[in-house]
């Protein structure tokens, strides 16, 4: 029979190794995160007032550069023919249902190419079209 009397002592809790492991994870967040969308090719949009809407999936970008060259995500098109265009966008949509494509055309850019693009995209069945600007200064 074991009469010792057993004092109670309050559980220690060390705070150390879970210190160490938010900071690995803050870490980890802060080195991994995007913070800005670099573009690589230059490009003077538009200018318009209106708020941008943000979008659920992500979109395919359409570039159209002052020369009228293409560029899916960032990728050149190897020519303006339409039929090369609609390769390059279907190749870029891979099968995916309700995708977006976001034409971003410089302000210089012909009209015939806009024009090219929009057809392109019509002719594959991609109705959710948008035309990327840039925000206005001048508010009324």
Do not use: C, W
Not at 12 to 31: C, G, Q, R, S, Y
Not at 42 to 63: C, G, K, N, R
Not at 93 to 111: E, F, Y
């Amino acid at each position: 029979m074991n009469l010792r009397q057993f004092t109670k002592q309050d559980p220690e809790v060390n705070l150390t190794p879970l210190i160490d492991v938010v900071f690995l994870l803050l870490i980890f967040f802060m080195v991994s995160t995007t913070f800005t969308k670099e573009s690589e090719i230059t490009v003077d949009l538009p200018e318009a007032s209106a708020e941008p809407v943000e979008a659920v999936l992500a979109p395919i970008d359409l570039t159209i550069d002052v020369k009228g060259r293409f560029y899916i995500n960032q990728q050149k098109v190897v020519n303006r023919q339409i039929g090369t265009l609609k390769k390059a966008i279907k190749l870029a949509v891979d099968g995916r249902k309700d995708v977006s494509l976001v034409i971003s055309a410089d302000a210089n850019t012909p009209h015939q190419a806009v024009i090219t693009a929009m057809d392109a995209a019509r002719q594959l069945g991609i109705v959710k079209l948008s035309i990327a600007t840039k925000k206005s200064n001048d508010r009324p």
